[in-house]
């Protein structure tokens, strides 16, 4: 009895001690795994808004301009982008838009996104059939930027502009849109590869042609400006000390990627800021009528350069008006 | 003898009501804080996960052409430059932010916009020329995208 007594009086506060460990553990554990996954998930939340913030900052980096860029060869209107940013961008895909009435030419996502890095300028994508009138460019690029150009570049604003051309004129002469043409064999009347043409800085010898080129009337007082039957475009080959020239002419479009120069010419009327397509084919002064009509080809021999003087003439309202413009040479092969 | 053998059953009983009524009583309350936090952890872990999908959701509308395909449709490009996939779930579109009518019915191709990829949304609405349209669009995991174009 004694011995029962010491034993109890040496296990009383184990069971205790013991049950209030289970329960302690069990309690410990629950919480523990809690806080556990509090804090799993806290950690969660800050890598996503850790990686979120990088992403925009990332995409905040980001600036480049856009264009087109035209080959006047394939009559291809291609998209053009300048990287002007600290980052390099991945062009991923691209909308060109008709400007003119809103409406989607065409929608390419790149197979294989291109990469520029910072400062780099380059085409991009398979481009679009381009002849005339304005095209709004978009650029998407990986990290969700969208940018946007049009084709062609708008121009300084009127007053800017008329200010710059006052001194050179009221007629400005579109660079890149200087092209020429040649004839249907079967018709001297008939223009192939219209209204694109192929760039004129380059032009073929020995070969009937007729030059294209784009005028803005760029008037500070925004007058009209009507061009006349003398209005002309004449090359002078230096080394040759010869020249020729191609009175201005109008031409019908067929619709069939073909123009029609018409027999007898009727004065163009350019509205201020209006661009028009004007093109120079006759021998003559306002004639170009006839089984033969006055075609022009150059003979000189190959390889060699000509300045080139368009000599515009005719209104400004009611105003007699004239203006020569030296700006372009051509290489004769 | 009977008397000395019956005073020793009153402590064991007592012992053993008093271990089980302790047992039964620690598991239920351990079961209880158990599904307490189960519950409160389940919910949390929802919304971390709802949060974060939404952190790593990200869209932008690239492009809207009226009258595309064909008359009286719209086409809305999606471009995902987020880190997770999504859908396209729901579409407004009015002529102002605060008269906007919910698409019904459109289609997603593809239906899922995986990250780095685009995807088209295509649906029927009539399209005034020169009115400009506010479209809203709002991503599986509720990041929502606004754009607005002139017709």
């Known amino acids: 009895m004694r011995r029962y007594k010491e034993w109890n009086r040496r296990k009383k506060g184990v069971a205790g ?12 554990t629950t919480g523990a795994a809690y806080f556990m996954f509090v804090q799993y998930n806290y950690q969660l939340q800050h890598e996503a808004s850790i990686e979120r913030n990088q992403m925009e900052f990332d995409q905040s980096l980001e600036q480049f301009l856009v264009g087109g860029s035209e080959d006047f060869g394939s009559a291809m209107l291609y998209a053009l982008v300048n990287n002007t940013g600290p980052v390099a961008i991945t062009i991923v895909q691209i909308f060109y838009i008709n400007a003119d ?18 400062g780099e300028i380059t085409t991009v994508g398979s481009g679009i059939s381009y002849g005339s009138g304005n095209r709004l460019i978009k650029i998407l690029t990986a990290r969700g ?9 708008p121009e300084f604003p009127g007053i800017t502009e008329s200010e710059i051309a006052q ?39 020995n070969t009937y042609i007729v030059f294209g080129v784009e005028i803005k009337n760029v008037d500070h007082d925004k007058r009209n400006i009507t061009l006349d039957s003398h209005t002309m475009l004449w090359q002078f080959n230096p080394q040759q000390s010869s020249r020729y020239w191609w009175y201005i002419v109008n031409v019908v479009d067929n619709g069939d990627g073909t ?12 509205a201020y800021g209006e661009v028009k397509l004007v093109f120079f084919a006759s021998d003559k002064d306002g004639d170009f009528s006839g089984p033969n009509p006055p075609r022009v080809k150059v003979t000189w021999p190959s390889g060699q350069p000509s300045a080139v003087f368009m000599l515009m003439h005719g209104t400004l309202d009611t105003l007699p008006y004239g203006q020569n413009m030296p700006y372009s040479s051509v290489y004769w092969t | 003898m009977i008397n000395r053998v019956r005073k020793g059953v009153s402590p064991v009983v007592a012992t053993v009501i008093i271990i089980t009524v302790t047992l039964v009583v ?27 999908n939404c952190l790593r959701e990200r869209f932008v509308i690239t492009n809207v052409a009226f009258n595309y395909p064909s008359s009286g449709q719209v086409r809305v ?57 506010y479209i809203k669009a709002v991503g599986e995991f509720g990041n929502v995208v606004f754009y607005y174009q002139k017709a």
């Not at chain 2, 490009?77 to 999504?86: D, K």
């Not at chain 2, 019904?104 to 088209?120: A, I």
């Open chain 1, 259 to 270: 123009g029609t120069i018409q027999t007898t010419y009727t004065p163009i009327s350019i």
């Open chain 1, 101 to 118: 009435t809103g409406a989607l030419i065409k929608e390419e996502t790149l197979a294989s996104p291109i990469t520029l890095n910072p």
């Open chain 1, 17 to 28: 001690i013991i049950a209030a460990t289970i329960l302690f553990a069990m309690i410990f």
């Open chain 1, 145 to 153: 930027n969208i940018g946007s150009g049009m084709y062609p570049p």
């Open chain 1, 167 to 205: 001194g050179l004129g009221m007629l400005r002469f579109i660079f890149l849109s200087f092209r020429y043409y040649t004839y249907d064999p079967t018709n001297p009347y008939k223009l192939l590869n219209y209204p694109a043409g192929k760039s004129a800085f380059n032009s073929p010898l």
């Open chain 2, 77 to 133: 490009w999606f471009y995902n430059n987020g880190a997770i996939n999504t859908q396209i779930v729901e579409i407004y579109i009015g002529n102002s932010t605060t008269s906007m009518t919910k698409i019904s019915s459109f289609s997603s191709t593809p239906s899922t916009l995986e990250v780095g990829k685009s995807c088209y949304v295509t649906f029927t609405y009539t399209i005034n020329s020169g009115i400009t349209y």
């Open chain 2, 26 to 52: 620690g598991f239920a309350v351990f079961a209880f804080v158990n599904s307490e936090a189960a519950v409160a952890s389940g919910a949390f872990g929802q919304s971390t996960a709802s949060y974060v």
